[in-house]
T-cell receptor, first 109, second 116 residues
Framework: KQEVTQIPAALSVPEGENLVLNCSFT??????LQWFRQDPGKGLTSLLL?????REQTSGRLNASLDKSSGRSTLYIAASQPGDSATYLC????????FGKGTTLSVSS | EPEVTQTPSHQVTQMGQEVILRCVPI?????FYWYRQILGQKVEFLVS????????KSEIFDDQFSVERPDGSNFTLKIRSTKLEDSAMYFC??????????????FGSGTQLSVL
């Protein structure tokens, strides 16, 4: 059974800092991996999708990597801003999305 | 930009009552999903739906749950007899394809269900 784990559970950084969020999964037979952002009381916004054949994807200040063989992904956020404060969820897809519990990020100004 | 819309945003019900949660997926999408998130826990898959039938369901999706696409635009989740433990945020999602490695899921903003 696929399990997705995210470390750390929470992270507080000052504005401008670069940071890395970690995601690990137990079964490497995935179609893709997605990173989502969730704001309190809101839905999920897809940030990046990495196909199983890819190693990384970039969007603006975000860069996500995927190492299928080791069952790991990282989300790198450059020059963090207070508006980046949210919960970041990692999810892997085979047929349905299997989510991690998320990392709650707080960026202080 | 097209989006998935869910109604109502909040629903309060008494234990044992039936509730119907409604979703309007993105118009050209073919696959529809329900997920839920109990407070403080992971987002969990409930069911996927394609071509007017369930394509996959989780252990959570027992006989108390049902889904329907009553017309060309709505997608509903019915809980027949609600229990306290059904209290959660329920998310609807849709995608154009399934099994394609580059297809994203688009999520609605959720319905917060509170069972008293």
């Amino acid at each position: 059974k696929q399990e997705v784990t995210q470390i750390p559970a929470a992270l507080s950084v000052p504005e401008g800092e670069n940071l890395v969020l970690n995601c690990s999964f137990t079964d490497s037979a995935i179609y893709n991996l997605q990173w989502f952002r969730q704001d309190p009381g809101k839905g999920l916004t897809s940030l990046l999708l990495i196909q199983s054949s890819q190693r990384e994807q970039t969007s603006g200040r975000l860069n996500a990597s995927l190492d299928k063989s080791s069952g790991r992904s990282t989300l790198y956020i450059a020059a963090s801003q207070p508006g980046d404060s949210a919960t970041y969820l990692c999810a892997v897809t085979r047929t349905a999305l299997i989510f991690g519990k998320g990392t709650t990020l707080s960026v202080s100004s | 930009e097209p989006e998935v819309t869910q109604t109502p945003s909040h629903q309060v019900t008494q234990m044992g009552q039936e509730v119907i949660l409604r979703c309007v997926p993105i118009s050209n999408h073919l696959y529809f999903y329900w997920y839920r998130q109990i407070l403080g826990q992971k987002v969990e898959f409930l069911v996927s739906f394609y071509n007017n039938e369930i394509s996959e369901k989780s252990e959570i999706f027992d006989d108390q749950f049902s889904v329907e696409r009553p017309d060309g635009s709505n997608f509903t989740l019915k809980i027949r007899s609600t229990k306290l433990e059904d209290s959660a945020m329920y998310f609807c999602a849709s995608s154009p394809l399934i099994g394609a490695t580059n297809e994203k899921l688009f999520f609605g903003s959720g319905t917060q269900l509170s069972v008293l």
